[in-house]
């Protein structure tokens, strides 16, 4: 069964930087795609930062471009996300999200329904 495991969130002052992590186990790693999406308090869950389709440009929401980062680290199976320049609008639970590679597609990237695997969600608060 896979399993994502994040780490990394915290309260953090406004301008400071983060880098949440994003473990996977029981699968392997080049068979799934991991995206990063986030929640705001009352809100709907958004993708912040996703693979390119086909080997493609990744992608950042509008919010994220230039400020935010995702690499992958393969040989120990890890997804991180850098998030520079945080603004209190940042504040979420964020997410990591798996989808199998084989399914990964222009019709299925970046909607949250279309990724079966996701991790626990860590919180990140930005203050002022």
């Known amino acids: 069964q896979v399993h994502l495991l994040e780490s990394g969130g915290g309260l953090v002052q406004a301008g400071g930087s983060l880098r949440l992590s994003c473990k996977l186990s029981?699968?392997?790693?080049?068979?799934?795609?991991i995206d990063w999406f986030r929640q705001p308090a009352g809100k709907l869950r958004e993708v912040v930062a996703a693979?390119?389709?086909?080997?493609?440009?990744?992608y950042y929401s509008e919010s994220a471009e230039g400020r935010f980062t995702f690499f992958n680290d393969t040989p120990n199976d890890t997804v991180y996300l850098q998030m520079n320049s945080l603004r209190l609008e940042d504040t979420a639970v964020y997410f990591c999200?798996?989808?199998?590679?084989?399914?990964?597609?222009?019709?299925?990237?970046?909607?949250?329904?279309?990724?079966?695997?996701w991790g626990q969600g860590t919180q990140v608060t930005v203050s002022s």
């Open positions: 999200a798996a989808q199998e590679i084989t399914r990964y597609s222009p019709f299925t990237a970046r909607d949250p329904f279309a990724y079966h695997y």
């Open positions: 029981g699968g392997t790693f080049g068979e799934y795609v």
């Open positions: 693979h390119g389709w086909d080997g493609g440009d990744a």
